[in-house]
């Protein structure tokens, strides 16, 4: 009966790895709840026609324990990715900044953010999205994070766990 279940084990185990080595995820291990996350973008809410669009985000861990973030496709590791909602008088602006196709990830690639623990980053607006026109902005981070793990163990890749964090929009004038 033992190697029956052995056998099971290494099949599965075997799927798992052939199913994230073809870019699928596998989930093994319960996600991070979302809420263990608190996020907050903010600005000044004018800005004049030179001045740069600069927002700080900030990520939270209130959870109790710490919690490892793949900070690809999200502004913690610049602008390779389309990864904020921005429109200028209710109308949409395009991502202009690049874009990435990648292998899998490393280790590296994740931010650990231990109980408590705060994380704030400068996102440069205007190197994602035209924010040189006047007008009214609004800008929303999706909140899409493609791992998010729980514990203080090293990260596994393979057991990828996508999120989506909750966060407020800002909204900016920039003016003639």
């Known amino acids: 009966m033992n190697r029956i279940r052995s056998a099971q084990s290494l099949s599965l185990f075997a799927l798992g790895v052939f199913l994230t080595s073809m870019g699928a995820t596998v989930?093994?291990?319960a996600a991070a709840p979302v809420e263990l996350?608190?996020?907050r973008l903010s600005m000044p809410t004018t800005l004049g026609r030179k001045e740069p669009a600069v927002?700080?985000?900030?990520?939270?861990n209130s959870g109790k324990q710490p919690i490892a973030i793949l900070k690809r496709n999200t502004p913690l590791?610049?602008?390779?990715?389309?990864?904020?909602?921005?429109?200028r008088d209710d109308q949409p602006v395009p991502y202009i900044g690049a874009m990435a196709k990648r292998m899998p990830p490393s280790a590296?690639?994740?931010?650990?953010?231990?109980?408590?623990?705060?994380?704030?980053?400068?996102?440069?607006?205007?190197?994602?999205?035209?924010?040189?026109?006047?007008?009214r902005y609004q800008v929303h981070w999706k909140g899409?994070?493609?791992?998010?793990?729980?514990?203080?163990?090293?990260?596994?890749?393979?057991l990828a766990q996508p999120q989506?964090?909750?966060?407020?929009a800002l909204t900016f004038t920039r003016t003639p």
Do not use: F, H, I
């Open 55 to 60: 927002a700080l985000l900030a990520l939270r």
């Open 164 to 168: 989506t964090v909750a966060c407020n």
């Open 37 to 39: 996350l608190s996020c």
């Open 27 to 29: 989930p093994v291990e």
């Open 77 to 87: 590791e610049g602008w390779l990715a389309d990864s904020l909602v921005v429109t």
């Open 108 to 135: 590296e690639e994740y931010l650990l953010l231990k109980t408590g623990a705060r994380r704030r980053t400068r996102v440069m607006l205007q190197k994602g999205y035209d924010v040189s026109l006047p007008g």
């Open 144 to 158: 899409e994070l493609m791992d998010v793990q729980l514990g203080k163990g090293p990260v596994n890749p393979a």
